[in-house]
Structure formats: structure tokens, C-alpha cells
């Protein structure tokens, strides 16, 4: 089944069986997860999801209705 696969590459769509995508998905979930846990035992600074999404509702100028 095709799939659109963003991470860190330009988009391309490509066909591979769900065990291999989910597999990929995972490792790269731990790769993060280790990387998220040397950040923070270094003192690094956390964000939560909300900050972000902030951010980007007073860039664009507020909140608008759909």
C-alpha cells in the first residue's frame, strides 16, 4: 500500500508491507525517546504541545472560525 514518508526527506510516496512501516515507526519513536531523555539529563529545556500551537495561533494572528 502506498504511504507518504516525511520524515526528515523530501515527501515520496512508497510501497512496503505494514510490518516493516510499523517497525520503522517504532525505532524511530525510541530513537527519540533516548534522545528526549539526554536532553533533559543534560537540564535541557521541555516544551509541551500547547506552546507550539500557541506560537503559531499569534503568528497567524488569533484564532479564526473555519
Do not use: N, Y
Request: aromatic fraction near 4%.
Amino acid at each position: 500500500m502506498p504511504r507518504l514518508r516525511t520524515r526528515e526527506q523530501p515527501p515520496a510516496v512508497v510501497t512496503e508491507r505494514f510490518g516493516d512501516f510499523d517497525a520503522l515507526e517504532e525505532a524511530a519513536e525510541e530513537a527519540l525517546a533516548r534522545e528526549e531523555e539526554a536532553v533533559l539529563a543534560e537540564g535541557g529545556l521541555t516544551v509541551t504541545m500547547a506552546e507550539p500551537a500557541a506560537d503559531l495561533i499569534a503568528k497567524r494572528g488569533g484564532c479564526r472560525s473555519a
